[in-house]
T-cell receptor, first 116, second 109 residues
Framework: EAGVAQSPRYKIIEKRQSVAFWCNPISGHATLYWYQQILGQGPKLLIQFQNNGVVDDSQLPKDRFSAERLKGVDSTLKIQPAKLEDSAVYLC??????????????FGNGTRLTVT | DAKTTQPNSMESNEEEPVHLPCNHSTISGTDYIHWYRQLPSQGPEYVIHGLTSNVNNRMASLAIAEDRKSSTLILHRATLRDAAVYYCILRANTDKLIFGTGTRLQVFP
């Protein structure tokens, strides 16, 4: 099966600019996640969707970050305006179900964002 | 969220077995033990998970202590491709997957 697709692979912007990341999950996967991974740290969950509804966005900095999952398939994550501390890899993941048993997360290879 | 403790780094030689430990003394009865790994410049990859019994799959084995306060991921014959950061994560059924800093495994030829 095709994996989780993310684009772009790399992005360099200046602070205060805006940026958007795109994710196409594995076909049929109802749950979609966006994680932020700062260099040297483990991934941190930003937002979780179940179909096109938000399940958890408690760690999403809502003053500058937004995400949507139209029609319950593709998703975009936007940052506006970007800050230096947003430099990180943004990972998208999907899973068949929300439950843990027999439903592991499948991750894309991420978008590396550098804010200068 | 229940916490796990892993060594920051470990080393192994190629074709030798590797035992990656994880302590989780505050584990609850509904927490599954998950292992993911992250190869350089890639997203994390699911390895294995279990609840109480030891588990085997094509990638690795998971040995879970009888009191469930610790577990060990076993790579039976390490290859250079196994060099990665390995994350041990506790997750109840519908909880989110929370990553720590993991163990960086180096494999030498």
């Amino acid at each position: 099966e095709a994996g989780v697709a993310q684009s772009p692979r790399y992005k360099i912007i200046e602070k205060r600019q805006s940026v958007a990341f795109w994710c196409n999950p594995i076909s049929g996967h109802a749950t979609l996640y966006w994680y932020q991974q700062i260099l040297g740290q483990g991934p941190k969950l930003l937002i979780q969707f179940q179909n096109n509804g938000v399940v958890d966005d408690s760690q999403l900095p809502k003053d500058r970050f937004s995400a949507e999952r139209l029609k319950g398939v593709d998703s975009t994550l936007k940052i506006q305006p970007a800050k230096l501390e947003d430099s990180a890899v943004y990972l998208c993941a999907s899973s068949l179900y929300r439950t843990a048993v027999n439903s592991p997360l499948h991750f894309g290879n991420g978008t590396r964002l550098t804010v200068t | 969220d229940a916490k796990t403790t892993q060594p920051n780094s470990m080393e192994s030689n190629e074709e030798e077995p590797v035992h990656l430990p994880c302590n989780h003394s505050t584990i609850s009865g509904t927490d599954y033990i998950h292992w993911y790994r992250q190869l350089p410049s890639q997203g994390p990859e699911y390895v294995i998970h279990g609840l109480t019994s030891n588990v085997n799959n094509r990638m690795a084995s998971l040995a879970i202590a009888e009191d469930r306060k610790s577990s060990t991921l076993i790579l039976h014959r390490a290859t250079l491709r196994d060099a990665a950061v390995y994350y041990c994560i506790l997750r109840a059924n519908t909880d989110k997957l929370i990553f720590g800093t993991g163990t960086r495994l180096q494999v030498f030829p």
